[in-house]
């Protein structure tokens, strides 16, 4: 085998959680990368895209897993369906058989692969749909002739993770619980850190090793227990917790896709892989990853880590990184593909008194805490009747408070497209009868060209665009059913963000003023121009404002 370092590395599953922090972590190590992704331009914000090769491609298509697994030294297969509708199982299976296949015929010299961590004893028939077919997969990868490292993790505990963001909105929000039964089944979570660490090393095993290792962090716990323990590390009072046995896990996917963010698409299959329990059997993996002090890290300092993520802003990807099943991923054709279809649309334009980046702040800054500048109720209802049909609602937020790229999620859409400075274009994710994309352009005002300076800097233009493509009659009544509140809510957003922006730059001249004084008055009289005249200190009594008694002193 080539020397550990230097590795030409293949990475499946980029845009996803595990994928997307992974590769910075393969290229710090000094190997070469190239990801395989349906949608490419979803990775191109990424900070190391431009350190990657990235192709267009699909596992579950031979000849663009062929073509990428050209000259791969170590293949990681990240992908998975996630019980996304009937068929699932199957078309995972596929899947594995032909990276399996086209892995072996290219001569990749290992394949890593992330499972799940199965409960001893249970035999496999009687596991969720989730962790059998995780487990297929692992074993389709082992038997494939090309030496494989299955890593069977359970909860992974790290910032933007889905089981993080359960146990997070859970804890938080409810200080009493009535919860499944399943909130006292022993778990042993993992730092998404120790993964990570575990799925580099993995690269350099001796080709003689080909099986499944177990990876967990060092404690075992109730999903109960880990409730209280992430209530104390975040500084919370303490929760009482009611089990109530007849809540199966397709009803606990109810509950937990009203409270927290995960949708219960993705919500059931967590709730259903903890009905048993999931324990290490073995920890053989340190004999060829061995662990450096302080790791495997434990539960407290995982979720402090996590936290402290989320608190600062830092969190690079997240559980939502990934498209969900269901959601629609056709990007916005160009005009001349809807010859004799249908494409409403809603335009909004607006002259905006504030410079063009004040504008474009107010646009990436859109959603999330931040909320969509208008009528709020209507956007929380919308979202509340998404996720009443198993939709994602509008809970997500935001990845990173100022800034987006594409393939964000953002509440109940996602970015298709970003110019920055100029153009903001998000795809609907929402349960619709159709395909819908929102439109933000933040432009200079064609009507200051020729003014002062002054004045163009603070002339912006704001244009909107909603679209909808229409799916069937359904799709048409849809259509005309809401447009009568397209003028509260698009048009009222529109009006709101140029309000936005003006006092944005209102905020930024008064700050800039006020600092220009400071700095007037910090000087000594003797250093600053004529003009500036005296420091306010200096003024003489006579041109001071008149205080609340001036009437009395000068009658």
Known sequence: MKATSGLHCLVTGATGYIGGRLVPELLDAGHRVRCLARSPEKLRDHPWAGRTEIVRGDVTDAASVAEALRGIDVAYYLVHALAGGSGFEERDRAAARIFAEQARAAGVRRIVYLGGLTPAGIPVRDLSPHLRSRAEVGEILLASGVPTTVLRAAVIIGSGSASFEMLRYLTERLPVMVTPSWVGTRVQPVAVRDVLRYLVGSAAMPPEVSRAFDIGGPDVLTYEEMMRRYAVVAGLPHRLILRVPMLTPRLSSHWIGLVTPVPRALARPLAESLRHEVVCAEHDIARYVPDPPGAPIGVDRAVSLALRRVREADVTTRWSSASLPGAPSDPLPTDPDWAGGSLYTDQREHAVDASPAALWRVVEGIG?????????????????????????????????????????????????????????????EMRLPGLAWLEMYADPDPDTAQSPPADRARGARYRQRALFHPHGLLGHLYWWSVSPFHAVVFGGMARNIARAARRLDDEAAATGAAATRGTASDRPASDRPASEGPASSEVPEDSRPPGPDAERENP
């Not at 805490?369 to 198993?390: I, M």
């Not at 997500?396 to 903001?424: N, Y």
């Open 368 to 428: 999330g805490e931040n909320g969509w500048y208008s009528f709020p109720l209507a956007w929380a209802v919308r979202g509340w009747l998404d996720r009443l049909v198993g939709g994602v609602g509008i809970r997500r937020g935001r990845r990173d408070a100022a800034r987006l790229r594409v393939g964000d999620s953002l509440d109940f859409w996602r970015v298709e497209e970003i110019e920055p400075g100029r153009l903001l274009r998000l795809r609907a």
